[in-house]
């Protein structure tokens, strides 16, 4: 087990009202607010926690979803280590939305490797009783658009708040470990006299 804190930067993005800020303050203060504001630019909050043996301090950066404050949120975008598409299973045009929000952090955080960058989708307010998406759909979705992890939730009810931010850090965890991975495939290369080096990058 290693001693040293990793600080991980995670992104929660989505329309406005589906629920960031309110999955945020669950985690890190156990509260949920039923008449919450919504957010104009980014917000952040800090947790630490500790997932398979690695001690995390999360940083949770909350953006504004709403359109008119793009600008106040794409500059934030850059450096963070996971993001968190979110919508809300009871509102269809936030689930539409995903792909736009997948590409606009794609391209302000310049994502170099989109194929292995690590998202998670988080299907909110599962409390609601009229759905608008079905739990099949969304796993389509995020198999169909990189083989996303797909979590339901509800901040309100905190169903599947703490797991999903674990899932954040594990996904980031497992990126990591893959690139260690190639590098010490590298490292072995340059010692080595065979020309056939590591097939994992
Ligand atoms: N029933 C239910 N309501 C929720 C849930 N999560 C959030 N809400 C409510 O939905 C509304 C919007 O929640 P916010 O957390 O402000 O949404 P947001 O995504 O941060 O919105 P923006 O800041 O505008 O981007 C608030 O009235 C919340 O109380 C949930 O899991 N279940
Ligand atoms: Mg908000």
């Known amino acids: 087990?290693?001693?040293k804190s990793l600080?991980?930067?995670?992104?929660?993005?989505g329309d406005g009202g589906v629920g960031k800020s309110s999955l945020m303050n669950r985690y890190v203060t156990n509260k949920f607010d039923s008449q919450a504001f919504h957010t104009i630019g980014v917000e952040f909050l800090n947790r630490d926690l500790e997932v398979d043996g690695r001690f995390v301090t999360l940083q949770i950066w909350d953006t504004a979803g709403q359109e008119r404050?793009?600008?106040l949120r794409t500059p934030f975008y850059r450096g963070a280590d996971c993001c968190l598409l979110t919508f809300s299973v009871d509102d269809r045009q936030s689930f539409e939305n995903l792909s736009?929000?997948?590409k606009e952090f794609i391209y302000?955080?310049?994502v170099k490797d989109p194929e292995h960058f690590p998202f998670v989708v988080l299907g909110n307010k599962i409390d609601k009783l009229e759905r608008q998406v079905s739990t099949e759909e969304a796993r389509a979705w995020c198999m169909e658009n990189g083989n996303y992890p797909?979590?339901?939730t509800s901040a309100k009810d905190d169903t599947n708040v703490t797991v999903a931010f674990?899932?954040?850090v594990r996904q980031?965890?497992?990126v990591e470990e893959q690139l260690e991975h190639c590098m010490l495939g590298h490292t072995v290369d340059l010692h080595s006299s065979s020309k056939s080096g590591s097939s994992c990058c």
């Open 69 to 71: 404050f793009k600008s």
């Open 100 to 102: 736009n929000w997948q």
């Open 7 to 13: 600080l991980l930067k995670v992104i929660l993005l």
């Open 166 to 168: 674990e899932e954040a």
């Open 150 to 152: 797909y979590l339901e």
């Open 108 to 110: 302000y955080a310049d």
């Open 172 to 174: 980031v965890l497992a």
């Open 1 to 3: 087990m290693s001693g």
